[in-house]
């Protein structure tokens, strides 16, 4: 089974390392110029500014999929590398820079002549080497749109915001072409990835409904993929929701209309066994007596001996043929598993699951399966190399990435004793900061604690979402907005 661990990725080009900062340097640019012609968009007219958009997408042009059912084109490097050059020389630092939003856009008009004919001769050069691969219209749309992929970080209780996010984004139309989740950004992500066009208040009908005991109880069960945990999180009103057919199939992640993968941390079996018996398990008699509360809180100070890449590594759930037919519910259970606190395991009926992570964790020499944020907390470079893999649903390679991050520290005396955690996440931002386009921080959240929030609580959660969204909205939908290179130079070709 070719399981889909993060690492480097390996590209079509000689030099997929610097293939892949050159193409992180155009989208920097690319977001620069956006929130500048937000800011002042008379400065530039419609036609350079769409030109300037329509090279930056150009540059970045390295492998497409021309229509639905057909395969992926891989452009010649050395045929872009000319146009990715010369505005990573003449643009980038002005872009970046301190100047102000005018002196940018001014700049890049002087540049706009030069650049479009670069743009127009590199544009007939590739649609005569590649006249059995695509048309223009094919070419223009991979260069001019870019795909809505959503990052949905985890955070227990605090995630329940993600669904007033959804909410804005739905109402204007602005529908995910792929969707990447961890925890609570995995369940939250399995709803509104089941269907592409979602009703929101569907959602928050059903978790109005939720009691403690649909989600977890207290029972222990055998461990067989996850660590011991203080409760078992079996997702059974999750469980009953995602099944189809008379028999109530349960969904795989194949089945979702909008393309999901779940993010979950391996927990390598070696590192694992060396670690002190009393760092895993054998103190559990400690806080046997405390409230639960307590003891929760307890052993979230223990979850810093998680937050360890010699112990943990990401692993993607759907980026490959294999965990696609994942049980969907049961990867988001694995995914929100929280070491030492949360356990899951599949039911005795999730045969193809079971078989399936029995596999991984064999072939990955693993010990347990567990909550995702450990490694990696708001994916976004697991998204921005799945949108290089093709998962999107339009199967473009030029994305636009919002990702969502409700867990980072606060100050706020009632979970003061999270901080330790939220600054170790928050590490882990340094690297996923760089892939994210807009990430939008949710300074209103429930408590993380709160996974079954009276229905009064979601209400606030929900609004917060939204109201923080429509913030972004602007942004969102002018990322969203197809550009072209021009009618003159489109009736060159």
Request: with cysteine; proline share 4%.
């Amino acid at each position: 089974m070719n399981s889909a661990v993060l690492r480097p990725a390996v590209g079509e080009h000689p030099d997929a390392e610097r293939d892949e900062r050159e193409r992180l340097q155009l989208q920097r640019m690319e977001r620069a110029l956006v929130r500048a012609y937000l800011a002042a968009p008379a400065t530039i007219t419609d036609r350079d500014y769409e030109c300037l958009r329509y090279a930056l997408g150009l540059a970045r042009l390295h492998v497409f999929r021309p229509a639905q059912g057909v395969d992926d084109v891989t452009v010649d490097a050395a045929r872009i590398a000319p146009l990715r050059a010369w505005m990573l020389e003449h643009l980038y630092d002005r872009l970046r820079g301190s100047a102000t939003a005018e002196e940018k856009l001014v700049y890049c008009v002087d540049a706009v002549p030069a650049l479009r004919a670069r743009c127009i001769e590199l544009r007939r050069q590739l649609l005569v080497d590649h006249s059995n691969d695509f048309d223009a219209t094919a070419l223009d749309r991979e260069a001019g749109r870019r795909a809505l992929v959503i990052v949905a970080g985890g955070g227990g209780g605090a995630g329940y915001v993600y669904a007033g996010a959804f909410a804005r984004l739905m109402e204007d139309g602005l529908i995910p072409d792929y969707i990447v989740g961890n925890s609570i950004g995995a369940i939250l992500g399995l709803f509104r990835a089941q269907r592409r066009h979602g009703d929101v208040n569907e959602y928050t009908d059903f978790a109005r409904k939720l009691k403690n005991g649909d989600i977890f109880s207290a029972a222990r069960r055998r461990r067989e993929f996850c660590l011991p945990g203080l409760l078992h999180l079996h997702l059974r009103a999750l469980h009953q929701r995602m099944s189809v057919g008379d028999l109530r199939r349960p969904l795989r992640l194949d089945e979702m209309e909008i393309p999901l993968d779940l993010v979950v941390a391996g927990i390598r079996r070696r590192p694992y066994e060396r670690m002190a018996a009393d760092k895993h398990g054998a103190a559990r008699a400690a806080d046997r007596w405390l409230p639960m509360w307590m003891r929760v809180a307890a052993r979230t100070t223990r979850l810093l001996q998680f937050f360890s890449a010699d112990l943990v590594e990401p692993i993607v759930l759907g980026r490959d043929s294999d965990t696609r037919q994942v049980h969907a519910v049961d990867a988001a259970g694995f995914s929100a598993a929280v070491p030492t606190i949360l356990q899951y395991e599949p039911g005795p009926g999730a045969g193809v699951t079971r078989e399936i992570f029995s596999e991984l964790m064999a072939s990955r020499e693993l010990a347990a399966i567990v909550d995702g944020g450990v490694a990696d907390n708001v994916p976004a470079r697991a998204a921005w190399r799945g949108v290089a893999a093709g998962r999107a649903a339009s199967a473009t390679r030029n994305a636009y990435y919002l990702a969502f991050d409700c867990f980072f520290p606060r100050f706020d005396a009632k979970n003061m004793w999270l901080w330790p955690i939220t600054q170790t996440v928050q590490r882990q931002m340094r690297v996923n900061r760089v892939y994210a386009d807009t990430m939008v921080r949710f300074d209103k959240t429930l408590s993380p604690l709160n996974i079954v929030p009276s229905g009064d609580a979601i209400d606030l959660a929900v609004g917060w979402g939204y109201q923080q969204m429509d913030g972004q909205i602007a942004e969102v939908h002018e990322m969203q907005r197809t550009v072209s290179l021009n009618r003159q130079s489109a009736a060159t070709s």
